[in-house]
């Protein structure tokens, strides 16, 4: 059993930026369509959910990639973040491509400026 942590902080202005200039092509690339209904159903404070998924997966690309990354070649869509009915948040990967068992625990925190996020991974 391996046990790691990943963390990412990003400024909210950096992914609102991106969206701005890049539209779908960015959204697409980064996120899946349930992370995309998600941030826009926040209306006004969208960015600032979007920037907290940027974080949580870069958040998890560090605390996983010591043992997965080389071996799947891991993007961006193969993670996913949802939130339970208390509006806490977990992850599924793409299991058709990661075919072993790996638990993730995330938190995620947001403000006007900055968005946050911490992870530990046990595989
Ligand atoms: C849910 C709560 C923790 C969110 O905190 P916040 O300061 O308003 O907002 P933050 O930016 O720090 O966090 C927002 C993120 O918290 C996460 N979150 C929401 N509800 C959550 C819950 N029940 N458990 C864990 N994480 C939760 C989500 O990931 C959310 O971001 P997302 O919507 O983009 O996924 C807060 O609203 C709350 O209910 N606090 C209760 C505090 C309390 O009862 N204190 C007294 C006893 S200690």
Same mark, same amino acid.
């Given at each position: 059993?391996? $046990?790691?942590?990943?963390?990412?902080?990003?400024?909210?202005?950096?992914?609102?930026?991106?969206?701005?200039?890049?539209?779908?092509?960015?959204?697409?690339?980064?996120?899946?369509?349930?992370?995309?209904?998600?941030?826009?159903?926040?209306?006004?404070?969208?960015?600032?959910?979007?920037?907290?998924?940027?974080?949580?997966?870069?958040?998890?690309?560090?605390? $996983?990639?010591?043992?997965?990354?080389?071996?799947?070649?891991?993007?961006?869509?193969?993670?996913?973040?949802?939130?339970?009915?208390?509006?806490?948040?977990?992850?599924?990967?793409?299991?058709?491509?990661?075919?072993?068992?790996?638990? $993730?625990?995330?938190?995620?925190?947001?403000?006007?400026?900055?968005?946050?996020?911490?992870?530990?991974?046990?595989?």
């Amino acid at each position: 059993m391996n $046990i790691t942590c990943g963390t990412d902080i990003i400024e909210v202005e950096r992914i609102k930026k991106a969206i701005e200039k890049l539209g779908d092509k960015f959204l697409n690339e980064v996120y899946t369509k349930n992370e995309i209904e998600y941030c826009e159903s926040k209306n006004i404070k969208k960015y600032e959910h979007y920037a907290a998924r940027f974080a949580a997966k870069e958040a998890i690309f560090k605390a $996983i990639s010591p043992t997965l990354n080389n071996k799947y070649d891991l993007t961006w869509l193969d993670m996913e973040i949802f939130n339970n009915e208390q509006g806490r948040p977990y992850v599924t990967l793409n299991k058709e491509k990661i075919n072993m068992t790996v638990e $993730i625990d995330i938190s995620l925190s947001h403000i006007k400026d900055y968005a946050i996020a911490n992870c530990i991974v046990k595989i």
